[in-house]
Antibody, heavy 120, light 108 residues
């Protein structure tokens, strides 16, 4: 079964840090380019970050550039998102999602999401 | 950045009726457009990619059309499990990947 499972979401104070993880199984993780997408409560989907298969290409949305860092460990079939200098507007469900290759940029599969709440 | 818009914002449809959802891009994205379905408390699910190709396991009542800047998702005969929010996403010119704001389809 194809599966992505996020973890690490929590309640954190503004200015704090958090590291999210995404564990993959049931598909060739090392061959998929990976992304983080978030959804604020009651809002739409916002793409945050992309990492290529060998981590040679990494991109961020302007809203998180300089604060968030994406990484992957294909030996562990895992994707990570280090989030620093968190703001209240970062409160959202965070999803990891795969892309087959840069030319086929639709997101599939998706994880179930992990909730990050930034509040004092 | 390519801005995606969707209309209508919400749509009330009776079961068995046809639903037509629109997505527009601020500049041409060719056929590099995907549609997703999201139900409350769930992750998005890929329905359509390449503007018109159904993803694996997606019923034939879902169809996508369009190219360039204008796209349509049609649900030919709405079933109870189809009431959800639908998002379009372009992947022609990225980063960033961009999503539309969504169309909520609810029961009339």
């Amino acid at each position: 079964e194809v599966q992505l499972v996020e973890s690490g979401g929590a309640l954190v104070q503004p200015g704090g840090s958090l590291r999210l993880s995404c564990a993959a199984s049931g598909f060739p993780f090392s061959k998929f380019e990976m992304n983080w997408v978030r959804q604020a409560p009651g809002k739409g989907l916002e793409w945050l970050s992309y990492v290529s298969t060998a981590s040679g290409d990494i991109y961020y949305a302007d809203s998180v550039k300089g604060r968030f860092t994406v990484s992957r460990d294909s030996a562990k079939n895992s994707l990570y998102l280090q989030m620093n200098s968190l703001r209240t507007e970062d409160t959202a469900v965070y999803y990891c999602a795969g892309v087959r290759n840069w030319n086929e940029g639709w997101f599939d599969p998706w994880g179930q999401g992990t909730l990050v709440t930034v509040s004092s | 950045e390519i801005v995606m818009t969707q209309s209508p914002a919400s749509l009330s449809v009776s079961p068995g009726e046809r639903a037509t959802l629109s997505c527009r891009a601020s500049q041409s994205v060719g056929s590099n457009l995907a549609w997703y379905q999201q139900k409350p408390g769930q992750a998005p699910r890929l329905l359509i990619y390449g503007a018109s190709a159904r993803a694996t396991g997606i019923p034939a009542r879902f169809s996508g059309s369009g190219s360039g800047t204008e796209f349509t998702l049609t649900i030919s005969s709405l079933q109870s499990e189809d009431f959800a929010i639908y998002y379009c996403q372009q992947y022609n010119n990225w980063p960033p990947f961009t999503f539309g704001p969504g169309t909520k389809v609810d029961i009339k």
